[in-house]
């Protein structure tokens, strides 16, 4: 990333939320943080001129002096020490703050319009950039924008500090007398430009290699979180050499990238330790002539020396801070990226239009894969209140996809699709979906636990599709997707829909685990319990003829056809 994208890139992260509706709050805030730092830097001028005092009464042997000018630097370090912790403790709130407005909106950007659905092969690592990078943005961020601002005020305090104390600087040039004034605060402005310079040659790598240490990490975590969410299936298959291969390949990556990151840091430290080493003692060798003519004492001494190290300091900032710029450039990066990917996401949307009509009615549906292939063309059809609708067909030709259609989540489609009036619709995946926490709450999700109907209803409904024995276990706690068989998993979901009672029931395969007496009786159950709801499903079984009224079979190639059952 070129330096005027980084750029865009970080205003675009930056400017939202000192823009939103808490600007006001945040920008009090963020003043009254400035204010503190600024106030550190008024005090450690006072200290500055504290060591000329104190130094000079040592090198004159004033003893009245010593302890006046010790509790002076007492209540100067009282006060410094307080403000620059409580400095610290309101930019952590208003850290807290921002990345709670921050994680907020990402989180809503990548749940709205089933953006987290569209991004599954987009964006690597999701979680990782909404746990984890917006923290270090705003934590880096907030650290950089205050920290230069106290480096500023410093350069400015001191350097006019400096440029006093250095007096001035004359030599001879071709038979010219050359004065400099301020020759010190000249020398540390070049040094430092310099030495920035420099820092960025050095460790401008540090930025690419940042973005891919914090990639191969979450590529490695993940691996093992995937591990877990199927531990089963790697069981059966025996599969642990196979999946200790891949963890060692991904670790590989990890340590790999870790030593030229570790290489890029070294070069860069080498550079960073002698830069401030060296300005240790050039600051001595330049006052050391005035000193020894006695042009000014020790304590001005002790002071010149104070105030350049504040100068080199703020002129340092850069250089200094380069690993932690890199840090950031990196994180940008990757949030930059995100954004991009999920507004991309966001522009491709279907041409499917939504319609109210008494039934549920299909017209001139056309439905593609993102590589153009079609897979159904201009389906047009009705299905009458309470009738049942099975959709058939080989594997791969469209069945499901169809459904992700009907449900909105299919960006690929064109036609439209009417339903009556605020009628409430239901889908039902194979793989049911099933929350961490109680067993109410994955007995009525997506409901919230405080919509939840009463316990009677619930066991009931429960002893309806065959699951007596979670009866007693509605507030248990537990990984119900690892405790449950998939059979269990598909009644449950049936369970979701008693509960729910839509008007419009879509299943896709939501039977497949069942034996066919068991898929009959949840068949039946729907039909007892929902008169009035219309059900489609896709599948493959024999059975399911007898239990739908139309069959809608599809070819793959963008043809259909239509039968009574």
Known sequence: MDTKKLFRGFWSLFKGYWSSEEKWKARGLLAFVISLNFATVYLLVQINTWYNEFYNALQNYEAENFWPLVGEFTALAFCYIFIAVYAIYLRQML???WRTWMTKNYLGAWMGGQIYYRLQDAADNPDQRISEDIGQFVNLSLGLLIGFLKQLTTLAAFGVVLWELSGAFTFELAGNEIVIYGYMFWFSF??????????HKVGRRLIALNFDQQKFEADFRFSMMRVRENSESIAFYRGEAAELEGFNLKF?????????????TKHLNFYV????????IVPLILAAPRYFSKEMQLGGLMQTVSAFGRVQDALSYFVDSYDTLASLAAVINRLAGFTEHMDEARKIQSNVTNSTAPELKISALNVA???GRELLKKLSLEVQNSKSLLVTGASGCGKSTLLRTLAGIWAYASGEISLPKNSRVMFLPQKPYLPLGTLRRALIYPHAEKDSPPDDKLKRTLQLVDLPALADK???ADDWSRILSLGEQQRLAFARVLLSAPDYIFLDEATSALDEPREIEMYNLLREQLPKATVVSVGHRSTLFNLHDTELNLDGAGNYSIRDL
């Open 474 to 476: 509605l507030d248990a």
């Open 369 to 371: 894969l993102p590589t």
């Open 252 to 264: 590989a990556a990890v340590i790999k990238n870790y030593w030229q990151l570790m290489k890029k």
């Open 190 to 199: 070049i040094y430092s430009g310099l030495g920035t310079f420099l820092a």
């Open 273 to 280: 330790n002698g830069y401030g080493q060296l300005a240790v």
């Open 95 to 97: 850290q807290i703050k």
